[in-house]
């Protein structure tokens, strides 16, 4: 923010007062500041260490008391990177932002300490509030200073101009100070007001090369962010930054902003649709729609929002603050299907919220099959779902209304300008050897080097893309198709950052290292540095250890792949993308490796779990356009069943539709089965893992997955294995350095792990249980166990509990009224058999119904004994109440009314708590 401020002199009044650069070349400042009286001749402005330029005026509104100045991009602000812009949306004190501005106010002035009747002016920063309620009646941000205030507002002049910064975006500018506040409080300009103003974006965008675009500062802490321009393939192709107009969907974005303008104030729904297809960029341009001023209603209030952030700057988030939305707000999330409890966190805060403003939230998935049923289950007809309707988008909708050749060419034009724009912003340098002109667009469609992979909207673009590189660099046209040229465009952008930090490139090392950060993420920095550590050991896997690796490096790469890609919210570092850029890259590893990079990456001991699930994640989702892929993570998983099945059959079910997730467990049933077949395989294990993924395929198939999430799978306990010659057995010897070398600041997880067993005591009728092995001798290993749910439907667990709900009231009414209400209730000896008789019918209900039992004469005789004792009771109750019928038959009549019930009983256990089942290993 510092760097950004700058003074700005009429000399002609005199008059001077402060700026803030926006973008290199580019000033926000004050009307009464560069424009005394209407004068709008050139002005000087000056930065902080005295380099000063002339500047002319682009854009002003008098009314608004604003002015945007050009000036020598190359003297001023060459390094800077354009500005965020922001605004302030929510009312919550709990979490209010702390805004921040810097000027060159009077107060600062000091004499010369040479020149008479000259001053120095000093730069002053200073901390404050707004609370939106502050002078909102004529439109300004009340800017409420901490611990700060001046003995009048003259004092102030000279900040008049300076920009007003929240949480990284610039929300305002300084006009006048207040006296009765005793220079405690300053007034700004909004950037809402500036974007309203005719002309203001236009100016912007017409300097910079990019429209500027206004988001909620306050909720920069729960919002993921909007990439920085960089001239990478990743920036390029990413949705958000909306490089390339969108083409098509027209139907699916007025309906999505049909249904946004409904009249209820909180909806939901999803978008779904394959990879690639166009699903964030048409969330992306809906956001840019309804923030615009409607047609004939150019006063009404835009709506503000933005993509809810995976994991979120503040922790933990202050989702409350979503239900404090002046202004209608629209929220997306994509990748719902991952993220079930975040949406439920934010769904639960806006279903008590007590605002009337309108909240859309948009749910942005590969499909539905999985997740959707369920969350609409349980939110349709409340107050923040509706009918839960959802909208789909097929791979023709993004070209439904133009040609593919004419699609390819506006991406052509529109990359062209966009390169062009970060060049001359000084974000590239020499990886271009031919000059960028307009010809650079032409030429014949689909060259050799641009021929789309399929029909998404994003291979189209990628292979746009491709042709215009491929014209910048004869190096590039040298591939043979767009993946390999988008890649070879990214390796020069690695290079760049490297040789900056003074590195030697290593072209392989980074592929590497920028796939595991591609597939594993880091939300923090310990998970950055577990990653980098894998990653050179997964890279340097089969050679000699001849000496450790150095700590520096693994440092140094670490900061150049935060710098490659840096996390748009609270993760430590993002990775590459569009998606199937990022497949493709780590594809090319794995091929390149022979198969083994992903086997040695995934069960590496210092990944931590939600780094396997991540990876698993990725790699599951690449199953229709990698299947290399996938051949890998199952080998992985089928290797080391006990670390990584468990996380992937969960993650399998839960987080894929149907189609993919069968065609991903059936391969790893197969490398399951092949690797049960090596000698040194586990029998118990194996059987084991084969059982836990037939069980998963039955999950899938069935199309009840949400009703399994409290299966716990767990696999044998395992023997230590006394030949591998380490303590904990983590490591094998070859596959990664000596830990003392590798440590930078990582917990150690190797001796200090704990062991994932469980207790397995109990008698010899306990299932699971053994007995004491005689001394001597070893005791045989667990067999492995697994919770299954019965597969049922809703209404067949709810009929299943009310009958046994029925049965225990009917158990107990009969039971009651022979012992309480009878001639037997003078027997003391009778008050205690009908509680009794309750629980054995509880404990039959629950003990039969949770475990696989053996056959056993004890277990065959239980639930007999019970039902003859219930039965008993009925006799007593016929005979009290005078039936005149054969015993045997009344008998076997509260027989057949016992026994269903006894049966549900034991059934509805087992459908709400599933049924522990074992596996014999042989």
């Given at each position: 923010?510092?760097?950004?401020?700058?003074?700005?002199?009429?000399?002609?009044?005199?008059?001077?007062?402060?700026?803030?650069?926006?973008?290199?070349?580019?000033?926000?400042?004050?009307?009464?500041?560069?424009?005394?009286?209407?004068?709008?001749?050139?002005?000087?402005?000056?930065?902080?260490?005295?380099?000063?330029?002339?500047?002319?005026?682009?854009?002003?509104?008098?009314?608004?008391?604003?002015?945007?100045?050009?000036?020598?991009?190359?003297?001023?602000?060459?390094?800077?990177?354009?500005?965020?812009?922001?605004?302030?949306?929510?009312?919550?004190?709990?979490?209010?932002?702390?805004?921040?501005?810097?000027?060159?106010?009077?107060?600062?002035?000091?004499?010369?300490?040479?020149?008479?009747?000259?001053?120095?002016?000093?730069?002053?920063?200073?901390?404050?509030?707004?609370?939106?309620?502050?002078?909102?009646?004529?439109?300004?941000?009340?800017?409420?200073?901490?611990n700060?205030?001046?003995?009048?507002?003259?004092?102030?002049?000279?900040?008049?101009?300076?920009?007003?910064?929240?949480?990284?975006?610039?929300?305002?500018?300084?006009?006048?100070?207040?006296?009765?506040?005793?220079?405690?409080?300053?007034?700004?300009?909004?950037?809402?007001?500036?974007?309203?103003?005719?002309?203001?974006?236009?100016?912007?965008?017409?300097?910079?090369?990019?429209?500027?675009?206004?988001?909620?500062?306050?909720?920069?802490?729960?919002?993921?962010?909007?990439?920085?321009?960089?001239l990478?393939?990743?920036?390029?192709?990413?949705?958000?930054?909306?490089?390339?107009?969108?083409?098509?969907?027209?139907?699916?974005?007025?309906?999505?902003?049909?249904?946004?303008?409904?009249?209820?104030?909180?909806?939901?729904?999803?978008?779904?649709?394959?990879?690639?297809?166009g699903?964030?960029?048409?969330?992306t341009?809906?956001?840019?729609?309804?923030?615009?001023?409607?047609?004939?209603?150019?006063?009404?209030?835009?709506?503000?929002?933005?993509?809810?952030?995976?994991?979120?700057?503040?922790?933990p988030?202050?989702?409350?603050?979503?239900?404090?939305?002046?202004y209608?707000?629209?929220?997306?999330?994509?990748?719902?299907?991952?993220?079930?409890?975040?949406?439920?966190?934010?769904l639960?805060?806006?279903?008590?919220?007590?605002?009337?403003?309108?909240?859309?939230?948009?749910?942005?998935?590969?499909?539905?099959?999985?997740?959707?049923?369920?969350?609409?289950?349980?939110?349709?007809?409340?107050?923040?779902?509706?009918?839960?309707?959802?909208?789909?988008?097929?791979?023709?909708?993004?070209?439904?209304?133009?040609?593919?050749?004419?699609?390819?060419?506006?991406?052509k034009?529109?990359?062209?300008?966009?390169?062009?724009?970060?060049?001359?912003?000084?974000?590239?340098?020499?990886?271009?050897?031919?000059?960028?002109?307009?010809?650079?667009?032409?030429?014949?469609?689909?060259?050799?080097?641009?021929?789309?992979?399929?029909?998404?909207?994003?291979?189209?673009?990628?292979?746009?893309?491709?042709?215009?590189?491929?014209?910048?660099?004869?190096?590039?046209?040298?591939?043979?198709?767009?993946?390999?040229?988008?890649?070879?465009?990214?390796?020069?952008?690695?290079?760049?950052?490297?040789?900056?930090?003074?590195?030697?490139?290593d072209?392989?090392?980074?592929?590497?290292?920028?796939?595991?950060?591609?597939?594993?993420?880091?939300?923090?920095?310990?998970?950055?540095?577990?990653a980098?550590?894998?990653?050179?050991?997964?890279?340097?896997?089969g050679?000699?250890?001849a000496?450790?690796?150095?700590?520096?490096?693994?440092?140094?790469?670490?900061?150049?792949?935060?710098?490659?890609?840096?996390?748009?919210?609270?993760?430590?570092?993002?990775?590459?993308?569009?998606?199937?850029?990022?497949?493709?890259?780590?594809?090319?590893?794995?091929?390149?490796?022979?198969?083994?990079?992903?086997?040695?990456?995934?069960?590496?001991?210092?990944?931590?779990?939600?780094?396997?699930?991540?990876?698993?994640?990725?790699?599951?989702?690449?199953?229709?356009?990698?299947?290399?892929l996938?051949?890998?993570?199952?080998?992985?998983?089928?290797?080391?069943?006990?670390?990584?099945?468990?996380?992937?059959?969960?993650?399998?079910?839960?987080?894929?539709?149907?189609?993919?997730?069968?065609?991903?467990?059936?391969?790893?049933?197969?490398?399951?089965?092949?690797?049960?077949?090596?000698?040194?395989?586990?029998?118990d294990?194996?059987?084991?893992?084969?059982?836990?993924?037939?069980?998963?395929?039955?999950?899938?198939?069935?199309?009840?997955?949400?009703?399994?999430?409290?299966?716990?799978?767990k696999?044998?306990?395992?023997?230590?294995?006394?030949?591998?010659?380490?303590d904990?057995?983590?490591?094998?010897?070859?596959?990664?350095?000596?830990?003392?070398?590798?440590?930078?600041?990582l917990?150690?997880?190797?001796?200090?792990?704990?062991?994932?067993?469980?207790?397995?005591?109990?008698?010899?009728?306990?299932?699971?249980?053994?007995?004491?092995?005689?001394?001597?001798?070893?005791?045989?290993?667990?067999?492995?166990?697994?919770?299954?749910?019965?597969?049922?439907?809703?209404?067949?667990?709810?009929?299943?509990?009310a009958?046994?709900?029925?049965?225990?009231?009917?158990?107990?009414?009969?039971?009651?009224?022979?012992a309480?209400?009878?001639?037997?209730?003078?027997?003391?000896?009778?008050?205690?058999?009908?509680?009794?008789?309750?629980?054995?019918?509880?404990?039959?209900?629950?003990?039969?119904?949770?475990?696989?039992?053996?056959?056993?004469?004890?277990?065959?005789?239980?639930?007999?004994?019970?039902?003859?004792?219930?039965?008993?009771?009925?006799?007593?109750?016929?005979?009290?109440?005078?039936?005149?019928?054969?015993?045997?038959?009344?008998?076997?009549?509260?027989?057949?009314?016992?026994?269903?019930?006894?049966?549900?009983?034991?059934?509805?256990?087992?459908?709400?708590?599933?049924?522990?089942?074992?596996?014999d290993?042989r």
């Open positions: 923010m510092e760097a950004r401020t700058v003074e700005v002199i009429n000399p002609r009044v005199p008059m001077f007062g402060s700026g803030a650069l926006v973008a290199p070349g580019l000033v926000l400042t004050a009307y009464h500041v560069a424009c005394p009286g209407g004068d709008r001749q050139p002005v000087t402005v000056r930065n902080k260490i005295g380099q000063a330029a002339e500047a002319t005026i682009a854009w002003a509104d008098a009314e608004l008391d604003a002015v945007l100045l050009q000036t020598d991009r190359t003297v001023l602000g060459a390094s800077l990177p354009i500005v965020r812009w922001g605004e302030l949306t929510c009312d919550y004190p709990d979490a209010r932002p702390v805004c921040s501005m810097t000027g060159f106010p009077r107060a600062m002035r000091r004499p010369h300490p040479i020149l008479p009747d000259a001053f120095v002016d000093e730069l002053l920063a200073v901390d404050g509030n707004i609370k939106p309620a502050t002078s909102s009646r004529r439109g300004y941000y009340g800017f409420e200073l901490i700060t205030s001046l003995e009048s507002a003259e004092l102030w002049q000279g900040m008049s101009g300076a920009g007003a910064f929240c949480n990284e975006r610039l929300v305002g500018v300084a006009t006048f100070a207040s006296d009765f506040r005793h220079g405690g409080l300053l007034h700004l300009m909004p950037a809402a007001r500036l974007f309203a103003s005719p002309g203001f974006t236009d100016t912007v965008t017409a300097v910079t090369g990019m429209t500027p675009q206004l988001q909620p500062a306050d909720l920069r802490l729960l919002l993921d962010d909007v990439p920085d321009p960089q990478s393939t990743s920036y390029l192709l990413n949705a958000r930054s909306a490089v390339v107009p969108l083409t098509g969907m027209t139907a699916q974005l007025d309906a999505l902003e049909a249904w946004c303008r409904t009249s209820r104030p909180t909806d939901v729904t999803a978008v779904t649709g394959i990879a690639g297809i699903k964030t960029r048409l969330i341009e809906l956001i840019h729609r309804l923030g615009q001023p409607r047609p004939g209603n150019p006063t009404a209030r835009g709506w503000t929002g933005g993509f809810l952030a995976d994991n979120p700057i503040q922790q988030p202050h989702y409350r603050m979503l239900a404090t939305s002046k209608p707000l629209l929220l997306a999330v994509d990748y719902a299907e991952t993220r079930r409890d975040q949406v439920d966190q934010v639960d805060v806006l279903a008590a919220r007590h605002t009337s403003d309108p909240v859309r939230v948009l749910l942005l998935a590969r499909g539905r099959d999985s997740w959707w049923p369920s969350l609409r289950r349980a939110r349709q007809g409340t107050s923040v779902m509706s009918t839960g309707a959802t909208i789909d988008v097929d791979p023709a909708d993004a070209l439904a209304e133009t040609t593919t050749e004419h699609a390819f060419d506006t991406a034009h529109a990359f062209t300008e966009r390169i062009h724009t970060l060049r001359s912003a000084g974000l590239g340098d020499d990886w271009a050897t031919s000059p960028l002109g307009p010809e650079t667009s032409a030429g014949p469609v689909f060259t050799a080097a641009a021929k789309p992979a399929d029909d998404t909207v994003i291979s189209l673009h990628m292979a746009a893309l491709a042709d215009v590189l491929a014209a910048l660099n004869d190096d590039f046209a040298r591939y043979d198709n767009p993946m390999d040229v988008l890649i070879a465009h990214e390796v020069s952008y690695w290079k760049r950052i490297v040789e900056a930090r003074g590195e030697h490139f072209e392989k090392l980074m592929r590497t290292l920028v796939a595991v950060q591609a597939v594993t993420g880091a939300t923090k920095l310990s998970n950055a540095q577990a980098v550590t894998a990653g050179f050991d997964v890279h340097h896997a050679f000699p250890d000496a450790p690796n150095d700590r520096r490096l693994l440092a140094a790469y670490e900061d150049i792949l935060t710098a490659a890609y840096p996390s748009g919210d609270g993760a430590h570092w993002g990775s590459m993308g569009p998606d199937l850029l990022g497949t493709a890259l780590v594809a090319d590893v794995e091929t390149k490796s022979g198969g083994q990079f992903i086997e040695r990456l995934l069960p590496h001991p210092y990944l931590e779990e939600d780094q396997q699930h991540r990876a698993l994640t990725v790699l599951a989702r690449a199953t229709p356009t990698q299947p290399v996938t051949a890998g993570a199952a080998r992985a998983v089928a290797a080391a069943p006990d670390k990584l099945l468990p996380l992937a059959a969960r993650t399998v079910t839960a987080e894929l539709d149907t189609d993919i997730a069968r065609d991903w467990l059936l391969g790893l049933q197969d490398a399951l089965a092949e690797q049960a077949q090596q000698p040194d395989a586990d029998p294990l194996y059987a084991w893992a084969t059982d836990l993924v037939s069980t998963s395929l039955t999950h899938v198939e069935t199309g009840l997955g949400d009703y399994f999430n409290s299966t716990e799978w696999p044998p306990q395992s023997q230590p294995d006394e030949e591998l010659g380490t904990d057995g983590l490591v094998d010897e070859g596959d990664a350095a000596d830990e003392d070398d590798l440590d930078w600041d917990e150690d997880d190797g001796d200090e792990r704990e062991e994932n067993g469980e207790e397995t005591g109990g008698g010899d009728d306990e299932p699971g249980g053994t007995a004491d092995a005689p001394a001597g001798t070893t005791s045989p290993a667990p067999r492995p166990t697994v919770v299954v749910h019965t597969i049922t439907s809703r209404a067949v667990r709810t009929v299943l509990t009958v046994a709900l029925a049965h225990l009231g009917f158990v107990s009414f009969v039971t009651g009224s022979v309480y209400f009878s001639h037997y209730s003078s027997e003391p000896s009778f008050w205690l058999l009908p509680p009794l008789i309750i629980c054995a019918h509880l404990f039959i209900g629950s003990f039969y119904g949770r475990r696989q039992l053996p056959a056993a004469f004890a277990i065959l005789i239980a639930p007999p004994l019970v039902l003859l004792m219930t039965v008993g009771f009925g006799l007593m109750f016929s005979d009290l109440h005078g039936a005149d019928i054969n015993p045997v038959v009344m008998g076997m009549v509260w027989t057949s009314l016992f026994s269903p019930g006894l049966l549900a009983l034991t059934y509805a256990f087992r459908a709400w708590f599933g049924q522990i089942r074992f596996a290993g």
